[in-house]
Every structure is written in structure tokens, then in C-alpha cells.
């Protein structure tokens, strides 16, 4: 599986972007899919999941309440919409596939994407 993440840019303290993650090779079925982050000098932390069976979503404490998940079966595809983004969001988003048992660690999901940077400005 090829994971494709994008929609990164450079976005203002309190305005939105959209991020994508499109899968090829095979379609995300049976697979939890997770977006994590990591800033310069950070670990990588976990933002938000989805279970693309159930189409169920999982935030992290750095995704409730302004970020939303969400997936489109027609387009193998997961979105992250992100609002009120912050300073603070900026770092390189990774989108992630696998059947992880703990959905907020990295370990357990085998496929990422490349990331793509997010930055916001005050």
C-alpha cells in the first residue's frame, strides 16, 4: 500500500486547511487509519484515527474539538480537517494504515505516507 498525503501549506493562526491521504495499491478496507505529527525537535504524536470498517473516529488531545476526520470510500481517501489552526499545529503531518492494537502509537500501522508540512503563522 502507497499512502499519498497532501493539502499542507501555510496558513494563518485561526484558519483551516484540509489534509489528504490516498491509498494505491489497495483500498483502505479493514485498515484503522492515523494522523500523527511531529514538530522540529518533537516526537511524533498522535492526532487522530479511523477506522475505515466502522467509520469510526478517535482524537487525540491535540485533535478534539478542532480537527474532524473523516473518510471517503469512493476515493480510497482520509481527510483531516483542521480549524482555529495555531502556532503550535505547525509541524510535518504523516498519515499512517495498519490494524494497530494501540491506535495512538506509531507502532502497528505499517504503511505511511511521505508527510506534508504544516505551517501556521501568528
Known amino acids: 500500500v502507497q499512502l499519498q498525503a497532501s493539502g499542507g501549506g501555510l496558513v494563518q493562526a485561526g484558519g483551516s486547511l484540509r489534509l489528504s491521504c490516498t491509498a494505491s495499491g489497495r483500498t483502505f478496507s479493514g485498515y484503522t487509519v492515523g494522523w500523527f505529527r511531529q514538530a522540529p525537535g518533537k516526537e511524533r504524536e498522535f492526532v487522530a484515527s479511523?477506522?475505515?470498517?466502522?467509520?469510526?473516529?478517535f482524537y487525540g488531545d491535540s485533535g478534539k474539538g478542532r480537527f474532524t476526520i473523516a473518510r471517503d470510500n469512493a476515493k480510497n481517501t482520509v481527510y483531516l480537517q483542521m480549524n482555529s489552526l495555531k502556532p503550535e499545529d505547525t509541524a510535518v503531518y504523516y498519515c499512517?494504515?495498519?490494524?494497530?492494537?494501540?491506535?495512538?502509537?506509531?507502532?502497528?500501522?505499517?504503511?505511511w505516507g511521505q508527510g506534508t508540512l504544516v505551517t501556521v503563522s501568528s
Open positions: 499512517a494504515a495498519g490494524q494497530p492494537d494501540i491506535v495512538v502509537t506509531p507502532v502497528g500501522y505499517n504503511y
Open positions: 479511523i477506522n475505515w470498517s466502522y467509520d469510526s473516529p
